[in-house]
């Protein structure tokens, strides 16, 4: 098993350019997440999905959009990327309908914006 | 608004001295409270679910315990392989959204 897989892993951006972090899980989970880690900030929420077809925000979701048109797949978009966006994202998923809190991570897509 | 505070943010320690990571939260009707290990370059990996004050969960020489504001991990006769970013998270009543802190540093010296 995959588990949850994150593609690209590397990516360089210029200001203002655009670009999509695509995530895909084959554990047919319901629940699926986009977060991204700064140094000394911790994995902050950007976006989640609770089922196919569905998005809310998190903590910090200006400058980014989220579809979810399958259930395995969880798509996060950078429509003009900036500077503040250079970060590692993480994608996460879990069974939903449980409280096990065991979310099962991407292994990072690490994102430089010059 | 929901809140996840870990400290410190870094500790050394001597293999075999033990030692407790905490973690202080403040969350509206608690679903869960979640300890995570995160290698360098990798994603975090999932160690324990805690549900309620006084709850105890324990792997190997760690140990999870919950009071009604924090949460401490107990660390006994470290080794090396143990350090890792430990992870503490919380679960809303909402209970789809999981809000992490941000981490503590823990490194293992022979």
């Known amino acids: 098993n995959a588990g949850v897989t994150q593609t690209p892993k590397f990516r360089v951006l210029k200001t203002g350019q655009s670009m999509t972090l695509l995530c895909a899980q084959d554990?047919?989970?319901?629940?699926m997440y986009w977060y991204r880690q700064d140094p000394g900030m911790g994995l902050r929420l950007i976006h989640y999905s609770v089922g196919e077809g569905t998005t809310a925000k998190g903590e910090v979701p200006d400058g980014y959009n989220v579809s979810r048109l399958k259930k395995q797949n969880f798509l996060l978009g950078l429509e003009s990327a900036a500077p503040s966006q250079t970060s590692v994202y993480f994608c996460a998923s879990s069974y939903a309908g449980t409280n096990t809190g065991e979310l099962f991570f991407g292994e990072g897509s690490r994102l430089t914006v010059l | 608004e929901d809140q996840v505070t870990q400290s410190p943010e870094a500790l050394r320690l001597q293999e075999g001295e033990s030692s407790s990571l905490n973690c202080s939260y403040t969350v509206s009707g608690l679903r869960g409270l979640f300890w995570y290990r995160q290698d360098p370059g990798k994603g975090p990996e999932f160690l324990f679910t805690?549900?309620?004050a006084g709850e105890e969960k324990e792997k190997e020489r760690l140990k999870a315990t919950l009071t009604k504001k924090e949460s401490f991990l107990h660390i006994t006769a470290p080794k090396p392989e143990d350090s890792a970013t430990y992870l503490c998270a919380v679960r809303d009543s909402s209970a789809s959204k999981i809000i992490f802190g941000s981490g503590t540093r823990l490194s293992i010296r022979p």
């Open positions: 805690l549900y309620s």
């Open positions: 554990m047919n989970h319901e629940y």
